[in-house]
């Protein structure tokens, strides 16, 4: 009996995108601490978990537009101009109380520019990516040409929370030591959210449906309008939170840092299983996804291997990833023609 179930759980894992991230990742952590001896220091994981906050943040985004609509690549020019703006609110108003206040005026901009996209999107029934790319050259025409926003040092109440960290170790080693900042919390926090909400709400089904098959959704009784603009807009919110994390970790606001960061995050959700067309993919793809291209940019540097051989495999990795997602579609589209015309035939 015990056979049968674990035979029946390997199978069922077999079947899932993530397993296969996991293994690639449990296969490159222990190759790299064969090489450095390093990579399960303490140090270097805590390391790992903060580079990583940010891109999950970021994933989680990229991965509601995947599932609900299709790309959404705005969402890091998004983030730079609502951090600018929170930044600015705090130099202007001279404000130095509880920091989410700093988050909720991030949020605020981030929400316009998100329905923004949402509006388009789900009235016109425009392609996300095309959307999404023209949003982005305005929100970057209004951040570099309007504003003219270049780097900033961040007010001292927004460097004070940045500093603040929720552990600090130290490797007994090396002496290296490292701190995971408070905005992990954040990042966990709104995994934990969109996890419930996707999974025990009507409107979280909702959102995979229309992203299934938005006719079937329709005759369910989904507002598909209601619930692209809905993810737009949230998306948005969340991207703004992203810009001002990123913010603090860093002590400072450089514009420049925020463009180029979609691809890869991108790269990391549909390596995590989410696929092109929409309606298929997890959360915890989103997470395995982002954990591996974060070793992949963070830990190889630890067995000697230079920058640009770092971009070559991050490069493979996004044309595999993608290739699996295609090659899924089309044995979906496959499938769904072999059983229409078993159906026929019958």
Do not use: H
């Not at 089904?205 to 807009?233: L, Q």
């Amino acid at each position: 009996m015990m056979n049968t179930l674990s035979s029946k759980t390997l199978k069922k894992l077999a079947t899932r995108p993530e397993f296969y991230v996991f293994i690639i990742i449990l296969l490159l952590s222990l190759f790299i601490q064969a090489k450095s001896g390093l990579f399960f220091s303490n140090n270097n994981i805590v390391d790992l978990l903060q580079s990583m906050t940010v891109p999950l943040i970021y994933a989680i985004c990229a991965y509601l537009g995947f599932i609900s609509t299709g790309p959404d690549v705005s969402f890091p020019l998004i983030a730079a101009l609502s951090g600018y703006l929170a930044t600015q609110f705090v130099f202007v108003t001279g404000f130095d109380g509880p920091i989410f206040v700093v988050f909720l005026v991030a949020i605020f901009f981030g929400l316009i520019m998100g329905a923004i996209n949402g509006f388009i999107i789900a009235n016109y029934n425009f392609p996300s990516l095309i959307v999404t790319l023209g949003t982005t050259s305005i929100f970057s025409g209004i951040l570099l040409g309007v504003f003219e926003a270049g780097r900033i040092k961040l007010p001292e109440s927004m460097i004070a929370f940045g500093n603040k960290s929720l552990f600090e170790v130290t490797n007994a080693g090396t002496g290296l030591g490292s701190s995971l900042p408070m905005t992990f919390l954040i990042a966990v926090s709104l995994y934990i959210l969109t996890y419930l909400f996707l999974n025990f709400t009507m409107a979280g089904r909702g959102v995979f449906a229309v992203g299934g098959d938005e006719t079937s959704a329709e005759r369910a009784g989904f507002n598909v309008k209601r619930i692209r603009f809905g993810v737009f807009t949230v998306n948005g919110g969340i991207a703004a939170i992203a810009g001002v994390c990123y913010s603090i970790e860093s002590t400072y606001f450089l514009p420049t840092e925020f463009a180029g960061k979609e691809m890869i995050v991108i790269a990391a959700v549909i390596l995590g299983g989410t696929r092109l067309l929409g309606g298929v993919g997890t959360l915890t793809g989103c997470v395995l996804g982002t954990l591996l291209l974060t070793i992949v940019t963070n830990s190889l540097i630890l067995i000697g291997v230079p920058i640009y051989w770092q971009k070559f495999i991050i490069g493979a990795i996004i044309i595999v990833g993608t290739a699996i997602s295609v090659i899924q579609i089309s044995d979906l589209k496959g499938f769904r023609r072999n059983k229409r015309r078993k159906v026929g035939v019958a």
